[in-house]
């Protein structure tokens, strides 16, 4: 017996007092809501209606029940629209590369609305260098992922496959130990070299932004000493061990609070992009996490 169907029509005739009506207002014919009735009323051992002059009324049975007939139908609707939404929520798992500190990328905001539009969309995220996260991205290990590369460069024309979309620009500056003021009064890269740096693999932002000023120049940093964090470089150059390069809101944040020299008149400009597989860009996940980013970003300003 189709029981929904049943409560259907003796909610309906309830509401309506007639089986006429009931039917109008179920798309059904008359003998199939009284049938539906009849079927409900032997299932239930109980008499539901009495016929009466102006149509049929409750018995005391059927008006005790009315109310249970009426939220187990609520019920059913509301499991029918929850399992038609499931068709279009977005499931499955995004892998996404990050970079630095979560407060540049603005992780914390990015994943809040990407949960709340895709609330089924299982996130992963994978640490690393700027060099690293393209290369998991280019081999489909990473769905999505943060980088860093100067203005306007994005992944450059050997990545084609790639597609990257800019969200900020930002510089790099030369930082060193404190007192180290008078070893920064000349500027010249050919003198900055010869000072002991502290440099990073050749994964990050940073050993190409260095590496391509001195090229440059035609000249080599002296190295003495090569980190992979961003946290570790910054405590070797406050120890006094070298120069290295700090992104600008970082290298005023420790010279005012740790007392490191900022080289005058030294910028090497640099972009905050999004990068993600160009044949991929169709996929839900991916769309929904280009249209998220674009809410974070336009929405807020350092």
Not at 2 to 13: C, E, I, K, T, Y
Not at 95 to 123: C, H, N, S, W, Y
């Amino acid at each position: 017996m189709d029981d929904l169907g049943s409560l259907r029509a003796f909610v309906a005739v309830a509401r309506t007092g007639s089986v006429s009506r009931a039917a109008q207002q179920l798309h059904l014919t008359q003998p199939a809501v009284s049938l539906k009735l009849k079927q409900l009323q032997e299932q239930l051992g109980l008499a539901l209606f009495q016929r009466r002059p102006q149509g049929l009324a409750l018995t005391a049975d059927g008006m005790a029940l009315l109310p249970a007939a009426e939220q187990a139908l609520t019920s059913a609707r509301a499991f029918f629209q929850t399992a038609t939404a499931l068709h279009t929520t977005m499931r499955g798992q995004l892998k996404i590369g990050t970079i630095v500190d979560p407060e540049f990328i603005r992780l914390g905001d990015f994943l809040r609305r990407l949960m709340a539009r895709a609330p089924q969309l299982e996130t992963e995220l994978h640490h690393g260098m700027s060099g690293s996260v393209l290369g998991h991205v280019e081999r489909g290990d990473l769905d999505v992922g943060f980088y860093l590369a100067p203005p306007g460069e994005g992944t450059g024309h050997q990545h084609p496959m790639l597609a990257h979309r800019e969200l900020t620009q930002f510089d790099y500056h030369v930082v060193a130990p404190p007192g180290w003021e008078a070893r920064l009064t000349d500027t010249r890269w050919e003198v900055l070299a010869c000072l002991p740096w502290i440099v990073t693999p050749t994964d990050s932002v940073h050993h190409r932004l260095l590496g391509q000023v001195m090229n440059d120049h035609g000249i080599q940093p002296n190295r003495v000493a090569q980190v992979d964090q961003e946290a570790c470089m910054l405590d070797l150059v406050r120890a006094g061990v070298g120069l290295s390069l700090a992104r600008d809101a970082l290298a005023m944040t420790e010279r005012q609070e740790s007392g490191l020299c900022v080289a005058q008149n030294i910028r090497l400009p640099c972009a905050l992009s999004f990068i993600w597989n160009r044949e991929r860009q169709g996929e839900p996940a991916i769309g929904t996490a280009l249209n998220t980013l674009d809410d974070v970003w336009m929405t807020r300003t350092f």
